[in-house]
């Protein structure tokens, strides 16, 4: 097979198409792992969420597997996930990354998985904004993979990703997305009592994820002591051509999960957002979102993000049918603690139906599933879904940072991509943001700037 460059075939939809293509015409690779039934696992991303899947990974009870290398551009994050996962008791014999494979720069993603073999797995835990270029190269590589969300924070690497994922589909491979949510038993029945009427027609939805300020999402001034580049990738949560920002990284799980209870995607969103308590902080989020989301059928889903100190949390999914109504989730991701009720009032003499307690942990079945995937060979792909849902919660900030209405279509054909040379960086690139003349980064201004670079 002669591969163009991966930056040649994704620079356009166009490209990317004839790239999947081009892909899946390959030898056939097995999904399964080597012959000693040993699937190998690399992480690249060594942050909480990438040392967490890894835990997971090497947490199910399904065969041998075992971790074998570990990339990242951070040395410090590094060397606090290879001792963290080292240590632990129940997986420590299962960590084998010895100094020589454990690699450190933006050509990490190449190394870890050079060290794999096809049929093993690789986990894609950095910013999302390198996740079609990692996820490219594992495709060529014949790798089942877990990529954590969001999946896509623009319109061009959402069609881009899809196009992607049919060499992937072609090749057979396992992929898992992150929003794991979906892998949740109470979520599936109440999912299962849900389309079978028990609550009625959905006619609105909301969904809350209302706490103080949150992890990196509000970025301190850059002291010097890190470049413009590594310093943003440290606070990825607080810049937008990284992460999407507060709404795609905080707030999808809970836009997905009720998108997945009405079993649609909404056709369009309006909505509101603003900067409040900033301090020094100097990162493009917002501190309040409010989305109104409109399905096909006029049904809403109304969503509030918040990360202000002092006011009420709230961290939860809710359901209203005709019927009745259903709790989705409940303060956090897990347990979900669904349950139904006869009325519009969460009461308990209205209480119908609820999961019974303790639940298993979607973060662990989630892998579970994964694996049982690839030892039995059974078809798993879900980059379409997490693409999806990416896109959408996209398309709520989008709403909000130029305060116009958005639609799905219209958001899917926009032209705008935050970092469209992010296969190119090193360790010493410029950033793809840079300060503007006033020493700051630029912010979303609704009804000021509509189109571009503050989506």
């Not at 590589?141 to 896509?152: A, I």
């Not at 990162?283 to 989305?291: A, P, R």
């Not at 694996?371 to 879900?382: F, G, K, L, M, P």
């Amino acid at each position: 097979m002669t591969n163009p460059t991966r930056r040649q075939f994704l620079a356009t939809t166009t490209k990317a198409a004839a790239a999947a293509t081009t892909l899946a015409a390959a030898r056939p690779q097995t999904v399964h792992a080597a012959e000693d039934n040993m699937i190998r696992v690399g992480l690249l991303g060594c942050g909480g969420r990438g040392t967490g899947a890894a835990i997971n990974a090497l947490t199910v009870d399904n065969g041998p597997m075992t971790l074998v290398a570990m990339g990242d551009v951070s040395e410090n994050k590094m060397k606090s996930s290879y001792t963290s996962l080292s240590n632990k008791k129940k997986i420590g014999a299962k960590v084998d990354v010895p100094e020589e494979r454990r690699y450190i720069g933006f050509d990490a993603y190449k190394k870890v998985m050079d060290t794999l073999e096809p049929g093993d797995v690789v986990i894609l835990a950095t910013p999302a904004a390198f996740r079609w270029v990692h996820y490219s190269y594992a495709i060529e590589r014949g790798l089942n993979v877990f990529m954590e969300k969001p999946v896509t924070i623009d319109a061009p690497t959402s069609v881009r990703m899809l196009e992607i994922n049919k060499a992937a589909m072609a090749k057979n491979l396992k992929v898992a997305v992150g929003l794991m949510c979906r892998h949740c038993v109470a979520r599936q029945e109440l999912f299962d009592r849900i389309q079978n009427g028990e609550i009625g027609d959905l006619m609105m939805l909301r969904a809350y994820r209302m706490a103080g300020p949150t992890g990196s999402a509000a970025a301190p001034p850059n002291t010097g002591d890190l470049s413009e580049l590594m310093y943003q990738i440290k606070h990825f949560h607080g810049f937008l051509w990284l992460s999407g920002g507060a709404v795609s990284d905080f707030l999808i799980h809970n836009i997905d999960e009720s998108c997945w209870m009405k079993n649609a995607w909404p056709v369009k969103a309006i909505a509101c957002g603003g900067r409040h308590y900033r301090g020094e902080d100097v990162d493009q989020n917002f501190d309040v979102y409010s989305i109104e989301y409109t399905f096909d059928d006029g049904a809403k889903l109304l969503v509030d993000g918040r990360t202000m100190p002092g006011c009420k949390r709230e961290f939860a999914s809710f359901a209203h049918g005709t019927k009745g109504s259903a709790v989705i989730s409940t303060a956090s991701h897990t347990p979900a603690k669904a349950r139904i009720y006869s009325g519009q009032a969460f009461e308990k003499d209205n209480l119908t139906w609820e999961f019974p307690q303790p639940e298993p942990n979607p973060y662990q079945v989630e892998w579970d599933d994964l694996v049982a995937a690839i030892r039995n060979d059974t078809a798993y792909n879900e980059v379409e879904r997490g693409v999806m849902a990416s896109a959408v919660t996209s398309m709520g900030r989008m709403a909000a940072h130029t305060g116009q209405e958005i639609t799905l279509d219209e958001f899917m054909k926009h032209d705008h991509e935050f970092a469209p040379n992010v296969d190119q960086l090193t360790l010493d690139s410029d950033s793809p943001l840079q300060l503007n003349a006033q020493g700051k980064y630029n912010v979303p201004m609704p009804g000021l700037v509509k189109n571009r670079e503050y989506l």
